[in-house]
């Protein structure tokens, strides 16, 4: 098995020194960098298989340089590990969670630094074995090109995922059980561009994809096809995943739960 290439952008010495040290230990290749700016560089020439980033920096903090690097598909899968100092409130964990990266609050033990590394690691693998298979079975002609799954089993952040790292480009329809509804997302080379959930109070943009990100019984299937007509939805899925962690929060704890 390779060696793990690991790029960990922190700005204090303190800390960059010593997680080098113990990773090198763990039989890692690593690289280090300063701030988010050089961080980016040293990304796109070296092509890292994981991050760990500090959030607070100069010039360009963690979020930022991960959400750049998010938009190129060379980085959709690569996992994060955010190094924070910070009080994580439930709307970051969630961000955390939904964005496919993790956490560390300093000051943080070593070992807890090798178990998130190899964790994140192991489900980097375990995605890409999936999405290989996937490719694979989408070479052979079928009289329907497309994929179908449950709610309950696959999220939607899980799908829109996926749908982005395969530049996919067809309708998403999602059935939810109860109550019964149904929304539609247009998905064009992997991104979404219009939703659509009518009924009584219909929605429409990225506002319809956040209140599907809340359902979690139904059924999913995706429909390969070509798209024609206007971007509605003008912004990348990780802000849309980032968004919607946010606005599932505030939900959460305005009816108290």
């Known amino acids: 098995m390779s060696r793990p290439r690991i790029l960990i952008v922190e700005d204090d010495v303190s800390v960059q020194q010593p997680l080098r040290a113990v990773l090198a230990q763990y039989g890692a290749e690593v690289m280090t960098a300063n701030d988010g700016a050089e961080g980016l560089r040293l990304a796109r020439a070296w092509l890292p298989d994981l991050l760990l980033l500090d959030v607070m920096m100069p010039h360009v903090d963690g979020w930022t340089m991960l959400q750049q690097l998010r938009s190129e598909p060379e980085f959709a899968l690569t996992p994060a590990i955010f190094l924070t100092a910070l009080p994580l409130q439930n709307t970051m964990v ?60 696959v999220g939607l952040a899980s799908l829109l995922s996926v749908m982005e790292y395969e530049k996919k480009t067809g309708l998403l329809t999602l059935t939810r059980t109860q109550p019964a509804t149904v929304g539609v997302i247009v998905l064009r080379n992997g991104r979404a561009v219009r939703a659509d959930v009518p009924g009584q109070f219909p929605l429409t943009g990225a506002h319809a994809v956040f209140e599907m990100l809340s359902w979690d019984a139904g059924e999913a299937e995706f429909q390969a096809q070509p798209v024609d007509g206007p971007d509605v939805i003008n912004t990348s899925t990780t802000h849309l995943l980032m968004e919607g962690a946010r606005i599932l929060d505030e939900a959460r704890r305005a009816s108290g739960g």
Do not use: C, M, N
């Open 94 to 153: 969630e961000s955390f969670k939904l964005g496919g990266v993790d956490y560390l609050p300093k000051p943080f033990r070593f070992e807890d630094v090798i178990q998130k590394v190899s964790a994140a690691l192991r489900r980097r693998d375990e995605i890409e074995a999936v999405l290989r298979a996937r490719v694979a079975a989408s070479a052979v002609p079928t009289p329907q090109a497309g994929l179908r799954g449950s709610l309950d089993q």
